[in-house]
Structure formats: structure tokens, C-alpha cells
């Protein structure tokens, strides 16, 4: 039983559309996040919901929309997608109630390539 | 800025060996830390969290913290060619939800 699952794992689409991922958690957690890792690796936050409600957005340009509908679910909506769009999103959860629950359990990651 | 920094490698080790890989940040509020193992195309693993200055064993794994010297280490015992991945070094210094900032990651090469 997977405890943080998205879908697709890969998605390829050409420039201009719109797509959306989907992440679903089943650990129980309150706070659920996108990652985006681009070709060098390098995974960094784009944003966090606590709740269903936006904690943080890190400079993520506004074609990305996160939506959740509740605490086990959290989508992300890409409009206008562009080239740079291009890499590997993962969705993860974690705990909130202090410092020793925060470490986050990743899914599978979503493979996005844009052409 | 928060920032993470590890050194990307590739870091080689002898099968047997011990492989240490380090890690140093920037945001001296950071409260909790902790190392991902991540193989290729695949997502990333939870293998230690540290919160206290000092060592914390488990099984082949010791993770090492000095919030003196902002600097965070993991050794791996024993290294095994199931062991080569990609470590992730990641530092929490916020309240509430905001997430971990993760450094860019040491590959890692263990030879048979």
C-alpha cells in the first residue's frame, strides 16, 4: 500500500498545453509539498499546503497552481506549459508540530518532459 | 537564503570501505537534519534525521551534527555497491510547513 502515490510518472506534452498531476498521501499527515528536481538533480520546494491552506510559495511562476481538495490530496495544475517546464515533480508529506516531524516522505515523481 | 552544500562527487570507495560524505548550511536556525538516498530515476529515501549535536548510529549508518560548525556528516560502514546512489543532504529551519531545503546531492560510487 504506497504511502504517498502521484500520477502520471511520466508525461510528455507539447508547449502551450495544460496538464495537471495528481498526489495522493496516506500516511495521515498534515502538510503535503511539490518538489521540482531538474536535470542537475538539484530538488528544490515549490510549494507547501498545511491544511489546505498555501504556507509557501517559492517564486514558482504563476502557470503553477497547487489545489487540494483535502489534507490527503494535493494536485498541481500547469498552465502555458514551456520547455523549462521540463523535469521531475515529486509530491511528499510530512508532519507539522515541530522540528522532529518534519521530515518528508516523497512519491514516486512524475517525469515531465515538454516538446 | 537558506543553502545547502555538499560536494557532488563522484565520491569512490572501495567496496568494504567506509564512505563519508559532508554537508554544511547556511541558516544557523536550522533545527533538524536529515539524508536521502536516491537512485537513479527513482525518488528519494529517508535514511537519517539528526536533531542534537553529536553522533547517531544506525545499523551501517552514523550521522554526524556540529551546529558549531554548521556541518552535518553521514558514514557509511561496510559500504556495499547497493550503497552507490546519489545522497541528498537536507536542512528544516522554519516553523510550521515550510518544507526542507535540500543540498544538490554527492554521488556515490561504491567499486566491488
Known amino acids: 500500500d504506497t504511502a504517498v502515490s502521484q500520477t502520471p510518472k511520466y508525461l510528455v506534452t507539447q508547449m502551450g498545453n495544460d496538464k495537471s498531476i495528481k498526489c495522493e498521501q496516506n500516511l495521515g499527515h498534515d502538510t503535503m509539498y511539490w518538489y521540482k528536481q531538474d536535470s542537475k538533480k538539484f530538488l528544490k520546494i515549490m510549494f507547501s499546503?498545511?491544511?489546505?491552506?498555501?504556507?509557501i510559495n517559492e517564486t514558482v511562476p504563476n502557470r503553477f497552481s497547487p489545489k487540494s481538495p483535502d489534507k490527503a490530496h494535493l494536485n498541481l495544475h500547469i498552465n502555458s506549459l514551456e520547455l523549462g517546464d521540463s523535469a521531475v515533480y515529486f509530491c511528499?508529506?510530512?508532519?507539522?508540530?515541530?522540528?522532529?516531524?518534519?521530515?518528508?516522505?516523497f512519491g514516486q515523481g512524475t517525469r515531465l518532459t515538454v516538446v | 537564503q537558506k543553502e545547502v552544500e555538499q560536494n557532488s562527487g563522484p565520491l569512490s570507495v572501495p567496496e568494504g570501505a567506509i564512505a563519508s560524505l559532508n554537508c554544511t548550511y547556511s541558516d544557523r536556525v536550522s533545527q533538524s537534519f536529515f539524508w536521502y538516498r536516491q537512485y537513479s530515476g527513482k525518488s528519494p529515501e529517508l535514511i537519517m534525521s539528526?536533531?542534537?549535536?553529536g553522533d547517531k548510529e544506525d545499523g551501517r549508518f552514523t550521522a554526524q551534527l556540529n551546529k558549531a560548525s554548521q556541518y552535518v556528516s553521514l558514514l557509511i560502514r561496510d559500504s556495499q555497491p547497493s550503497d552507490s546512489a546519489t545522497y541528498l543532504c537536507?536542512?528544516?529551519?522554519?516553523?510550521?510547513?515550510?518544507?526542507?531545503?535540500f543540498g544538490k546531492g554527492t554521488h556515490l560510487i561504491i567499486q566491488p
Open positions: 537536507a536542512a528544516y529551519s522554519g516553523g510550521g510547513a515550510d518544507g526542507l531545503t
Open positions: 499546503y498545511n491544511n489546505k491552506e498555501l504556507i
Open positions: 539528526i536533531y542534537s549535536n
Open positions: 511528499a508529506s510530512s508532519r507539522t508540530g515541530g522540528f522532529r516531524y518534519t521530515e518528508a516522505f
